[in-house]
């Protein structure tokens, strides 16, 4: 494969890439504009595994979204709703907490909680969720809020965004979500996540949480009005973030779900624009030691050829997933390990289960055979952990 790729249109990408060189924004462009996706695969295939051996992970977790009603009204987001609507949806403290139990029942490491801006809500009901399922379920991490969400807490709090996180992190919170990065570019932002933080807000907030000593996941939402060049500023100023604090534990490319929503994009993203997507965020983000493939937004089947494009990772087994869903997505709203794990081992990598920080704690050594396992998300709610 290395012969392949030498001498092939990236050879000289390799050259730099083997020296210890770094890919600028003008060579990150080129690669996104290739039509040789499968010579590019090869190299981003070639810069994963020299960061993760032949190994590729998942996540036994599961999502809570506390309500989806939002003081917002994002132009692209097809899950918040107002107070008017009747399909709006709040959960009460005690509710979440029983699904903190049927998740750790089910062997969930992680709880993956946000939700809408709410409009009534206060700041003790954020903090109390935190402490209550922490005071019951000590062991599992809890990863929760985007940087909006944060923004949003620290005005309810009317305090600083570190005090803010200072005081959350105190009650429970261990890591945050990568959540709401959508695209930088201020003009592209403007259209369609008017009223978010600006992109400068986003990347401070995490700024803040990493020199607190936290870890975070970050987000790239393509396929709608971005253009090549926005993705590749996109990356650069994660990249640079990462340079500075090194708190991001993986990315997670996003795809538009074109449905339900308030912008038309005449060509919603592809197979061929996720492959290459997530390898030129492999190839480009050398200071980033995972990349995702959100199965969830892309189908099992383009996340599991994925993991020969640049991503080590599928995420988790989710029981149930709005925001995508509502936007649009027919994935299932889970799956079992077992199919996770045979996803992998049949692209030849070694599946390995991870925490939040992507630290392995199981290695499975032994093949799960196609026989071994249903196709049916909803099998044996003991193979199940909601992500």
């Known amino acids: 494969m290395d012969f392949v790729i030498k001498n092939s249109e990236f050879g000289d990408f390799y050259k730099k890439i083997a020296n210890g060189e770094r890919i600028n924004e003008e060579d990150a462009l080129r690669l996104f504009k290739t039509n040789d996706l499968n010579g590019l695969g090869a190299l981003a295939d070639f810069v994963c595994k020299k960061k993760n051996q032949n190994r590729a ?21 097809a899950f918040a709703r107002k107070k ?11 509710e979440i907490v029983e699904r903190a139990r049927e998740a750790l029942k089910l062997g969930a490491t992680e709880l993956h909680i946000v939700g809408g801006l709410h409009p009534s809500f206060p700041y003790e009901y954020y903090t109390g969720f935190l402490k209550a399922i922490k005071k019951v379920f000590p062991s599992l991490h809890i990863k929760a809020f985007t940087a909006i ?11 600083s965004i570190e005090e ?3 005081e959350l992190k105190e009650a429970g919170l261990d890591s945050l979500t990568g959540g709401g990065a959508e695209i930088f570019n201020p003009t592209v932002r403007e259209k369609i996540a008017r009223g978010k933080e600006t992109a400068d807000e986003y990347l401070d907030i995490h700024r803040t949480w990493h020199r607190l000593g936290g870890k975070s996941t970050c987000t790239m939402l393509y396929g709608h009005i971005e253009t090549l060049k926005d993705r590749v500023d996109h990356l650069r100023r994660l990249r640079e973030l990462q340079d500075e604090t090194g708190g991001f534990s993986g990315i997670v490319p996003l795809p538009y779900q ?44 383009l996340a599991q050829v994925a993991l020969n494009y640049g991503a080590d990772d599928l995420h988790g087994t989710i029981r149930e997933e709005y925001i995508f869903h509502m ?22 990598r070694i599946a390995v289960q991870r925490d939040s920080f992507y630290r392995p704690i199981k290695v499975w050594d032994k093949k799960v055979e196609r026989t071994d396992v249903s196709e049916n998300p909803s099998v044996k709610d003991s193979e199940v952990c909601a992500g």
């Open 84 to 94: 008017r609507n009747n399909d709006g949806f709040e959960l009460t403290i005690d």
């Open 57 to 77: 992970s998942y996540l036994l977790n599961r999502y809570i979204n506390y309500s989806n009603y939002c003081i917002l009204s994002c132009q692209f987001c």
């Open 149 to 159: 969400e944060i923004l949003h807490l620290s005005r309810l709090n009317k305090k």
């Open 258 to 301: 074109p449905e339900n929503n308030q912008i038309p994009v005449k060509y919603p993203p592809t197979g061929f624009d996720t492959l290459r997507t997530i390898a030129v965020s492999r190839i480009y983000l050398d200071n980033f030691d995972h990349i995702t493939a959100y199965w969830v937004g892309h189908g099992l089947k």
């Open 164 to 166: 803010t996180l200072i």
């Open 327 to 348: 936007a649009g997505a027919k994935t299932p709203q889970s799956l079992t390990e077992r199919l996770l794990v045979r996803t992998i081992q049949e692209t030849g």
